[in-house]
């Protein structure tokens, strides 16, 4: 139906916002934001970059401070609602 051809055409506007975004990133927190949306957990994510769990915590800390600046704030919020139920 139209609604829900409206939702999915809505939120993949989000996501290609969301990832264009994250694209402008410094290298090291695209990848930590990139595995996270993927469904990696911080250790997964440390283990695979070989960096320690508290880089990992700092640079996606890092990265959500950059996106909110970036972001209009319904973006960041829909952005932080889609990082963290990957979790």
């Given at each position: 139906?139209?609604?829900?051809?409206f939702h999915?055409?809505?939120q993949e506007e989000l996501?290609?916002?969301?990832?264009?975004?994250?694209?402008?990133?410094?290298?090291?927190?695209?990848?930590?934001?990139?595995?996270?949306?993927?469904?990696?957990s911080g250790p997964e994510i440390a283990e695979q970059?070989?960096?320690s769990i508290n880089t990992v915590k700092s640079q996606k800390k890092r990265g959500l401070k950059?996106?909110?600046?970036k972001l209009?704030?319904?973006d960041y919020w829909l952005f932080f609602?889609?990082?963290?139920?990957?979790l």
């Open positions: 139906d139209a609604r829900g051809t999915d055409d809505l996501i290609r916002r969301l990832y264009a975004a994250i694209r402008e990133l410094p290298q090291e927190v695209q990848k930590i934001l990139f595995l996270t949306l993927d469904g990696l970059l070989h960096i950059i996106l909110r600046e209009h704030r319904p609602y889609f990082i963290y139920s990957s």
